[in-house]
């Protein structure tokens, strides 16, 4: 009866050890500083509206569909084994966060979707998946986005871009993408 009960407690520990909660921090000493900024201007005033699109009355430009939000948003990738957004990836989520506040993008949710590489465990793979989702969601909040406009989802190894066996291959499958949802 006690090996049951100290098998029991040695598995709750394992589980939970695995399960941090420490807060993921920008990568500040990341080689790879390389600032990739998209500026979008929202609309000053809306006069005609169409289906797909909004016309801007004081520089007569459209703003973006939905769509177009959808195909400008970044995908946000994590080094080996982690969740820490270095500032190139800072960058990528800056961008998504004013994309967020265009006046299309203002009525839909965003869902994120994190991913890892085919190394580890589904558990583990799920596990960090969330991670990655949670930490690209703390910081578009700290821009920002409300909080209860995103979702998350983690697809551990599920989901992969690539299938190669290389580290590049890998290195594409560690991300976070965004989904933008009615």
Request: hydrophobic share 35%; net charge negative; aromatic share 6%.
């Given at each position: 009866m006690k090996s049951i009960v100290l098998s029991g407690v040695v598995a709750a520990l394992l589980v939970f050890s695995g399960c941090s909660s420490k807060e993921p921090a920008v990568d500040t000493q990341a080689a790879n500083s390389a600032q990739a900024t998209t500026e979008v201007q929202a609309p000053a005033t809306e006069t005609v509206s169409s289906e797909n699109s909004v016309v801007d009355s004081s520089t007569n430009s459209v703003s973006m569909?939905?769509?177009?939000?959808q195909s400008k948003l970044p995908t946000v990738y994590f080094a080996f084994d982690k969740?820490?957004?270095?500032?190139?990836?800072?960058?990528?989520?800056?961008?998504?966060?004013?994309?967020?506040?265009?006046?299309?993008?203002?009525?839909?949710?965003?869902?994120?979707?994190?991913?890892?590489?085919?190394?580890?465990?589904?558990?583990y793979n799920f596990a960090l998946g969330l991670k990655r989702a949670n930490a690209v969601k703390k910081a578009l909040v700290a821009d920002g986005i409300d909080a209860s406009r995103i979702s998350m989802v983690s697809y551990g190894k599920s989901?992969?871009?690539?299938?190669?066996?290389?580290?590049?291959?890998?290195?594409?499958?560690?991300?976070?993408?965004?989904?933008?949802?009615?």
């Open positions: 569909t939905a769509d177009e939000i969740y820490n957004i270095t500032p190139d990836m800072q960058a990528r989520i800056d961008a998504a966060a004013e994309l967020g506040k265009e006046d299309v993008a203002k009525s839909l949710n965003v869902k994120l979707e994190g991913n890892c590489d085919e190394w580890g465990s589904d558990e989901n992969p871009v690539c299938t190669e066996h290389t580290k590049e291959c890998w290195a594409k499958n560690r991300r976070v993408n965004f989904k933008l949802l009615p």
